[in-house]
């Protein structure tokens, strides 16, 4: 069986024509983009780097680490958003390899041939998260680096992800996130761990309301980072 809700995949794809539009439902992947392109080029230096990006959706992610030198390969589930990447290649001029493939199917295909593998804002989206990692960490090169972005399960985060972000602030569709589904951080290192990596501690991403600005922090209560070396 595929690793992937049917659900979330209709989801993203009805709005995949609206990927690239920085005023659109993905105004917060536009925002919060170059804080994560600079956070992983700090740790690896991508230029030159084989990367693979799991859960590409309409590329904004791959792009960006494709104009910073990378050789990408960016897989999704979703045709549209893929569809959608493909031809902002177009317009970009930059190279990026999509492919429609499951991570565990390309981990299959491809077992260790990747410097850095990404795997942002991806987790809390599919039914067997620690399954999307193991296939992480297959597809990484030993000594490789996976990096991880998802939505910390408490309270708080209910809140400010759900609650704030997509009835109060609308910025997300409603229905975007299922709490259930998000996951704490010591389960992540703990998932990353039984996958054969070695989780870092995670680092916080954190939106102000009032100044309407993203930043990295050691806030971790909802949204974070987590980086792990195989």
Same mark, same amino acid.
């Given at each position: 069986?595929? @690793?992937?809700?049917? %659900?979330? /995949?209709?989801?993203?794809?009805? $709005?995949?024509?609206? !990927?690239? &539009?920085? @005023?659109?439902?993905? %105004?917060? /992947?536009?925002?919060?983009?170059? $804080?994560?392109?600079? !956070?992983? &080029? ?7 780097k084989?990367?693979?990006?799991v ?7 791959s ?7 990378a ?19 177009l ?63 408490n ?25 259930a ?50």
């Amino acid at each position: 069986m595929t @690793n992937a809700d049917p %659900r979330e /995949l209709q989801k993203f794809g009805d $709005l995949a024509h609206r !990927w690239w &539009d920085p @005023n659109s439902e993905f %105004r917060p /992947l536009h925002e919060i983009n170059p $804080l994560r392109l600079d !956070w992983i &080029d700090q740790q690896v230096g991508l230029a030159g780097k084989k990367v693979i990006d799991v859960g590409c959706g309409g590329g904004l992610l791959s792009e960006g680490m494709a104009a910073r030198g990378a050789q990408v390969t960016g897989i999704d589930l979703s045709e549209k958003p893929l569809g959608v990447a493909r031809l902002h290649l177009l317009e970009s001029g930059l190279t990026v390899d999509y492919r429609q493939i499951s991570a565990e199917a390309m981990a299959t295909e491809q077992p260790g041939q990747y410097d850095v593998v990404t795997c942002l804002e991806m987790l809390e989206h599919v039914p067997d998260p620690i399954s999307t990692l193991r296939a992480c960490s297959q597809l990484v090169k030993p000594g490789g680096t996976v990096f991880l972005s998802t939505i910390n399960r408490n309270p708080k985060a209910y809140l400010f992800a759900v609650f704030g972000a997509e009835y109060i602030l609308q910025l997300l569709p409603k229905g975007t996130h299922d709490y259930a589904r998000f996951i704490k951080p010591s389960e992540l290192a703990r998932w990353s761990r039984m996958a054969g990596l070695s989780p870092e501690a995670p680092i916080g991403l954190s939106y102000n309301p009032f100044t309407k600005i993203y930043s990295l922090g050691d806030d971790t209560s909802v949204n974070y980072l987590m980086a792990a070396t195989r």
